[in-house]
């Protein structure tokens, strides 16, 4: 169940890096943080946080020694960005079909969701 879910994580981790990269460029930039792009532009923003999600989507597949650090690395990353949902949430910014408070507060219960599946399919399993 662990592996499925690891390798599950990662194509969807693949999947949403891509998108980062191509044809959701926009819409993810709804979720950079006002503060974050003072300092860096929102686009390279998105376009870092992408190229972030393709490499530990595809470390948790070629890199089977190190899935319980990658673990806790992508746990942390779900941690990262979340100050940028909850802004999405709070400045009432639409993208991907996040177009109501409630789907964007959905979105937020999401996100630790995400924590824990990062973390727990990475785990070593259990030896009886």
Do not use: C
Not at 77 to 102: C, H, S
């Amino acid at each position: 169940m662990r592996a499925f879910a690891r390798w599950a994580l990662a194509g969807a981790m693949v999947f949403a890096g891509v998108s980062h990269l191509f044809w959701g460029r926009k819409e993810f930039q709804a979720q950079v943080p006002d503060i974050t792009g003072k300092v860096m532009d929102k686009d390279a923003v998105v376009v870092a946080s992408g190229v972030v999600e393709v490499m530990l989507g595809a470390s948790l597949v070629v890199l089977p020694k190190s899935r319980s650090t990658l673990g806790i690395i992508l746990a942390a990353f779900f941690v990262a960005v979340f100050p940028g949902n909850i802004e999405q949430w709070a400045k009432k910014r639409d993208g991907f079909g996040l177009d109501t408070d409630r789907k964007r507060l959905v979105r937020l219960l999401f996100q630790p969701v995400l924590v824990a599946w990062a973390y727990w399919s990475t785990r070593p399993t259990p030896r009886g």
